[in-house]
């Protein structure tokens, strides 16, 4: 399926002429290596299975599943790396916990947690979609990543991108990836520990100024039968006295109702974060800078 996918949407490109798709199946590793010394690919598409001790899953001659160190698959493609630009590894935790796969390769695609078939399917057609019609390695891979955000399953976590800027020879590329990466990036956005910290203060103050209205309801009514006690004499001190509760009352009222207000902001600030987040590709250091100056003005009263 994830083939024929790549197939249609190279068909379907304006650019289809200047892309040449081969494909080989059941590669075992001696396979392999034949096919990277005759086809020498630009991008190396893997697709298969893989598992949580950084192994590739790869069928051998008797058709049984043999694993393959990622580690040991980053060492054999370095004698490759004079044509390889891009390795897309699109197995389940192919590069879970992995950081510096092959620093002589350019771009690396891979997952770092188990990713369904259907999103894995999607996430390598859009991408290649992207790449079929002029876009960038990087900018398809926030495209097909963006693509997949849109179910807010959370999916989008998944896929992985290492880019070796020493193996990028293009000044312009590599001005453009100086940029924080994603990971980066999503560590200096307010936390949604941040935010579930300001709306705990908030709700803790609501309940706080709860209890003033309590006790100022309990002065009042205690105010009024001392009056009544006192068989209605207008004593001017017990007049001022019971004036105070009603006006130590509005208080509270007034500040339930701003962090109540103020509540109701961060849960549309949330809302806000989350679509960012989702289209995280497009999400610029300007963008993050004030989406964190919206979030300290929001907790600010």
Sequence with gaps: MEENAIRDVLGSSDDKEKFEFESRGAVTKDLLIDHLLKIKPNILHISGHGNTDEQLLLEDVDGYKE???????SDVLSGFSDHIDCVFMNTCH???GITDFNKNIAYIIGMNNEIPDDVAISFSRNFYNSLFNGRTIKDSFKIALSRIAMTDQGDEHIPKLIVNKAAIQNADEIEDEEEDDDDELINTIVSEEEIAVAKTGYKKSIRFHSRLIYIAIGLS???????LISQGQKDIT???????????GSYPFLEIQKRKNRITLIRVFELKRKRLLNALAQLSPHERRELNDEFKRLIII
């Design 221 to 227: 009514l205690g105010l009024v039968a001392f009056l």
């Design 67 to 73: 694993e393959v160190s990622i580690k040991r698959l």
């Design 94 to 96: 192919s590069l879970a």
């Design 238 to 248: 017990s007049a001022l006295l019971g004036l105070i509760p009603s006006a130590f």
